[in-house]
């Protein structure tokens, strides 16, 4: 569903390949980290109206031009925000795609590349598709100007460092990620391991309040009331929805009060799902936000934890402490919060459950476990 508001500087025609909220419409943020030197760019991207930030990172080079770290979505209005850095510091010189699993990155690199025809991409080794392994050529990224990183050979060495973790075996695919150190601000910059969650909704999902107001809510029947705490609340609930899928404190609504609720609801259109609300959040909600809110603290998500990592954990930890050698004060993540105030320790503790268990609620992790055993099962994941 999108987005009441429209308008073609937001506009996203290649969302079907990958249909996810907001589809067609997607607004960008600018903000400065590092003023004349380090950007972020942000929009939104979700499953109905579970939203999250997603973000990529723009630095600028001392030799003149631009590195791209995960680029999003170019949008008229991306394409502009970039291009008014463009206009002050250079040209868009290398374009990064640091993960080899990550759709909501990979998609959007060739039609950001388009626009950027004197730009390198650089590529995470081992880059995979599904459900045909097709040349990178064929997923659109630009033949003759597209390399595959190495730790030791890059151009950009005389800054920046990296880090790549060694390809993790998944079945049907793979999964790796590229880490980037910035020497000069002492930035380190990660895509999907490691992430801050923020206690208040990040500026860039309240450009349309919509999908946390939809969550805030106990009942279908309930009116979508704009105010500073529905907004809050529904950020916070969606959080355990992206990070947990269903945790413990959230029961699925029974068929028949569902549809009661429905009948009765002020608004039955389209974008409501038609007064349809099949949640019931228990009172224990609040808790389970809180802990993996955890004050900011960076984390490993819980899918991540659960699904992919704990499958090769000597080669995670062994990436971990190759980072671990970079003294970074800030951490740049592609969800989620951004910056993360974070240093060398507070990245440690974040894998700590590789050594030590894991410090979330067990029984928030009930779907996800049970999800690991039936991918297992099948094979489509190792034991």
């Not at 903000?31 to 972020?40: K, M």
């Not at 109206?49 to 631009?66: A, F, I, Q, S, W």
């Not at 206009?87 to 909501?104: F, K, W």
């Not at 960076?298 to 402490?321: C, F, G, H, K």
């Amino acid at each position: 569903m999108e987005s009441a508001v429209s308008s073609p500087d937001w506009q996203w025609r290649w969302w079907w390949p990958v249909p996810l909220y907001p589809y067609g419409q997607r607004r960008t943020l600018r903000q400065a980290i590092v003023p004349e030197w380090v950007w972020v760019c942000e929009q939104i991207q979700g499953v109905l109206y579970v939203v999250t930030p997603l973000r990529m990172t723009v630095l600028r080079l001392k030799t003149g031009g631009l590195l791209i770290y995960a680029p999003i979505a170019p949008t008229p209005e991306c394409l502009q925000l970039v291009d008014e850095l463009v206009a002050q510091y250079g040209d868009v010189r290398h374009i990064i795609l640091p993960t080899i699993s990550g759709l909501e990155h990979k998609v959007f690199v060739g039609p950001f590349a388009h626009h950027y025809p004197s730009a390198t991409v650089y590529v995470a080794p081992e880059q995979w598709s599904f459900p045909l392994n097709l040349p990178l050529s064929w997923l659109g990224l630009p033949r003759g100007r597209t390399q595959v990183l190495t730790e030791d050979q890059h151009p950009f060495g005389d800054r920046f460092d990296l880090a790549i973790l060694e390809p993790i075996h998944l079945g049907i695919g793979k999964f790796s990620e590229v880490a980037l150190f910035d020497r000069e601000f002492q930035i380190l910059l990660t895509t999907d391991v490691i992430v801050s969650v923020p206690s208040e909704p990040p500026p860039i999902v309240q450009l349309d309040p919509y999908p946390l107001l939809f969550h805030a809510r106990e009942r279908g029947d309930q009116e979508i009331i704009d105010t500073l705490e529905n907004r809050r609340r529904g950020w916070q609930r969606v959080v355990l929805f992206t990070f947990y899928f269903r945790p413990d404190c959230l029961e699925i609504a029974r068929t028949l009060p569902m549809f009661q609720a429905a009948g009765s609801a002020s608004d039955r259109s389209r974008r409501a799902f038609f007064g349809l609300y099949p949640f019931h959040w228990q009172n224990q909600w609040e808790q389970s936000f809180q802990a993996i809110c955890n004050e900011g603290r960076p984390l490993v998500a819980p899918i991540l934890q659960q699904l992919i990592l704990n499958r090769s954990p000597d080669q995670t930890l062994a990436w971990v402490e190759r980072v671990a050698a970079w003294d970074f004060q800030t951490i740049i993540s592609c969800h989620l919060a951004a910056p993360i105030t974070a240093d060398r320790d507070d990245w440690r503790q974040a894998f700590g459950f590789l050594t030590k268990g894991r410090q979330l609620p067990a029984a928030d992790f009930a779907l996800l476990e049970q999800i690991d055993r039936t991918l297992s099962r099948s094979g489509i994941l190792p034991s």
